[in-house]
């Protein structure tokens, strides 16, 4: 039996290519007769670098660049070869690496930043891993570290940042860098999260990064501000499905710097020659931190259950946990979704005690394959 291991990461206690290792492990254990071929993917958020990372030729470069509060800090991107160049905003703005969170304050001037030093290397394209950010400025921070203003009703150059999307009454791109021709930029996208409303941007996702009630009102009065700006200035005709990824960077990609929006997960498993790998497999084994109906929507273990769908390949699916109500992902073609949760549980697992329940879900697993 032949198993093609494609797995995301187990956020908060395992990366992509860790929580391979382990699913690999434990099959082994349960089945030393298996063979087992690895290729952890990511949806275009956290972990797409080091997913990319393994292609031959990939080289990691470290550069300096500013956290979400301006603070310098050193982050990475990785040089795919032929002129493509892979940044992750996580990097630079994402959640864990803030000295704290508030998104009325946060910007994204760090990943423009970073933009900036690709293209000071030559690249013609840049891959944009978009998600898990403490920022919901609508990617104006990004936009400014790359000769974009945004003006206040009296013309005065305005600081970016969540709280000054309100204050946004002009755009001004006569010094924008020229190097962002058509399509050099291409934001991944891990869910097609809208900009405004209750899935948006600051209505959904501004409370994970630290906004009261009251601020993600704020952000949401702000953020239809801006994007009426953006319409009447001619940047774009409307709002678009992925415009709120990283808290609107989608958006800013999209209306300023030239870029489109793409599946981050159908990206990676380009990158990855994830075609190629399936002609060599019986069996697909995903999974990821949390299954849920988020993961239906296009989310990394949606687009390996369906590549594999169409060779007519069986996928199983693992979890750590799974949500409340996943009737939408049951629906879609698992041969079978298993967790690595005995019970239900308040406290997390450490990432030890994660590795040890995955390996040991995979151990059992083996046993169930012929």
Same mark, same amino acid.
């Given at each position: 039996?032949?198993?093609?291991?494609?797995?995301?990461?187990?956020?908060?206690?395992? *990366?992509?290519?860790?929580?391979?290792?382990?699913?690999?492990?434990?099959?082994?254990?349960?089945?030393?007769?298996?063979?087992?071929?690895?290729?952890?993917?990511?949806?275009?958020?956290?972990?797409?670098?080091?997913?990319?990372?393994?292609?031959?030729?990939?080289?990691?470069?470290?550069?300096?660049?500013?956290?979400?509060?301006?603070?310098?800090?050193?982050?990475?991107?990785?040089?795919?070869?032929?002129?493509?160049?892979?940044?992750?905003?996580?990097?630079?703005?994402?959640?864990?690496?803030?000295?704290?969170?508030?998104?009325?304050?946060?910007?994204?001037?760090?990943?423009?930043?970073?933009?900036?030093?690709?293209?000071?290397?030559?690249?013609?394209?840049?891959?944009?891993?978009?998600?898990? *950010?403490?920022?919901?400025?609508?990617?104006?921070?990004?936009?400014?570290?790359?000769?974009?203003?945004?003006?206040?009703?009296?013309?005065?150059?305005?600081?970016?940042?969540?709280?000054?999307?309100?204050?946004?009454?002009?755009?001004?791109? *006569?010094?924008?860098?020229?190097?962002?021709?058509?399509?050099?930029?291409?934001?991944?996208?891990?869910?097609?999260?809208?900009?405004?409303?209750?899935?948006?941007?600051?209505?959904?996702?501004?409370?994970?990064?630290?906004?009261?009630?009251?601020?993600?009102?704020?952000?949401?009065?702000?953020?239809?501000?801006?994007?009426?700006?953006?319409?009447?200035?001619?940047?774009?005709?409307?709002?678009?499905?992925?415009?709120?990824?990283?808290?609107?960077?989608?958006?800013?990609?999209?209306?300023?710097?030239?870029?489109?929006?793409?599946?981050?997960?159908?990206?990676?498993?380009?990158?990855?020659?994830?075609?190629?790998?399936?002609?060599?497999?019986?069996?697909?084994?995903?999974?990821?931190?949390?299954?849920?109906?988020?993961?239906?929507?296009?989310?990394?273990?949606?687009?390996?259950?369906?590549?594999?769908?169409?060779?007519?390949?069986?996928?199983?699916?693992?979890?750590?946990?799974?949500?409340?109500?996943?009737?939408?992902?049951? *629906?879609?073609?698992?041969?079978?979704?298993?967790?690595?949760?005995?019970?239900?549980?308040?406290?997390?697992?450490?990432?030890?005690?994660?590795?040890?329940?995955?390996?040991?879900?995979?151990?059992?697993?083996?046993?169930?394959?012929?």
């Amino acid at each position: 039996m032949r198993i093609l291991i494609a797995n995301a990461p187990f956020k908060g206690t395992m *990366s992509a290519p860790e929580a391979a290792g382990c699913i690999r492990d434990g099959l082994l254990a349960g089945n030393p007769n298996l063979e087992v071929t690895l290729c952890p993917v990511t949806d275009g958020g956290e972990g797409t670098l080091e997913c990319l990372a393994g292609r031959p030729g990939a080289r990691w470069i470290e550069l300096p660049t500013v956290d979400a509060f301006q603070d310098p800090i050193s982050a990475r991107i990785l040089d795919l070869g032929d002129g493509t160049f892979a940044v992750e905003s996580a990097m630079s703005v994402g959640l864990p690496i803030q000295p704290r969170l508030d998104p009325l304050a946060a910007n994204t001037r760090g990943v423009g930043l970073m933009i900036a030093h690709a293209l000071d290397l030559g690249a013609r394209r840049i891959l944009l891993a978009l998600g898990g *950010s403490a920022t919901s400025d609508g990617g104006t921070g990004m936009a400014q570290a790359l000769g974009i203003n945004f003006l206040d009703e009296q013309g005065e150059v305005i600081t970016p940042g969540g709280a000054a999307l309100e204050r946004v009454a002009q755009i001004d791109t *006569s010094k924008r860098d020229p190097r962002l021709r058509r399509d050099v930029v291409i934001g991944l996208t891990d869910v097609r999260a809208p900009f405004l409303g209750p899935g948006g941007s600051a209505l959904f996702y501004a409370a994970q990064k630290g906004a009261t009630l009251d601020g993600q009102k704020r952000l949401e009065a702000g953020g239809r501000n801006y994007l009426d700006v953006l319409i009447k200035s001619g940047f774009i005709a409307g709002e678009e499905p992925g415009d709120g990824a990283a808290g609107g960077m989608g958006l800013a990609v999209r209306a300023l710097l030239g870029g489109r929006l793409e599946s981050g997960a159908e990206m990676v498993l380009t990158a990855c020659d994830f075609d190629h790998l399936l002609e060599e497999a019986d069996l697909v084994i995903t999974g990821e931190g949390c299954l849920d109906n988020q993961t239906a929507q296009g989310k990394a273990p949606m687009a390996v259950l369906q590549a594999a769908r169409r060779r007519g390949i069986p996928c199983i699916a693992i979890a750590g946990k799974l949500g409340a109500d996943i009737r939408e992902l049951m *629906s879609q073609g698992y041969a079978r979704i298993l967790t690595t949760a005995s019970a239900p549980c308040q406290v997390a697992p450490t990432p030890e005690q994660a590795r040890l329940k995955l390996m040991e879900t995979a151990r059992r697993l083996a046993a169930l394959i012929d």
